[in-house]
């Protein structure tokens, strides 16, 4: 007979109160503008919406940084931007949205 552990919870099944997300859409937003994440990473330890975007906020972060590569670096950093633009958005609108890629990566962190 084949014995399961029981189901931990994931970050997949995130669930903002909307009080939080309310109080803090506008910090959450600066998880994307570089160096700025750490802000909301070391000020909001508190909002589930903040860490959420915070965490992928670092992984975006990183990911910038191989836009200092010339040429193939300044196509990706471009496209990077586009998709920092679209989760600023998002975020200022109360909305968390799982960035492909960076989602899977944030969910590593234990912040």
């Known amino acids: 007979m084949d014995q399961q552990a029981p189901k931990?919870?994931?970050?997949?099944?995130?669930?903002?109160?909307?009080?939080d997300i309310d109080e803090n859409k506008v910090i959450a937003a600066l998880s994307y503008l570089g160096i700025l994440?750490?802000?909301?990473?070391?000020?909001?330890?508190?909002?589930?919406f903040a860490q959420a975007h915070a965490k992928q906020g670092v992984v975006?972060?990183?990911?910038?940084?191989?836009?200092?590569?010339?040429?193939?670096?300044?196509?990706?950093?471009?496209?990077?931007?586009?998709?920092?633009i679209?989760?600023?958005i998002k975020t200022l609108q109360g909305q968390y949205w799982k960035i492909p890629g960076a989602y899977d990566m944030s969910k590593k962190f234990k912040i």
């Open 37 to 48: 994440v750490f802000i909301p990473l070391l000020a909001k330890k508190d909002s589930k």
């Open 8 to 19: 931990q919870p994931e970050q997949d099944d995130l669930k903002f109160d909307q009080k």
């Open 86 to 88: 679209i989760a600023i």
């Open 60 to 84: 975006m972060f990183i990911a910038m940084l191989f836009g200092a590569i010339p040429f193939i670096g300044w196509l990706w950093a471009m496209v990077l931007l586009v998709v920092e």
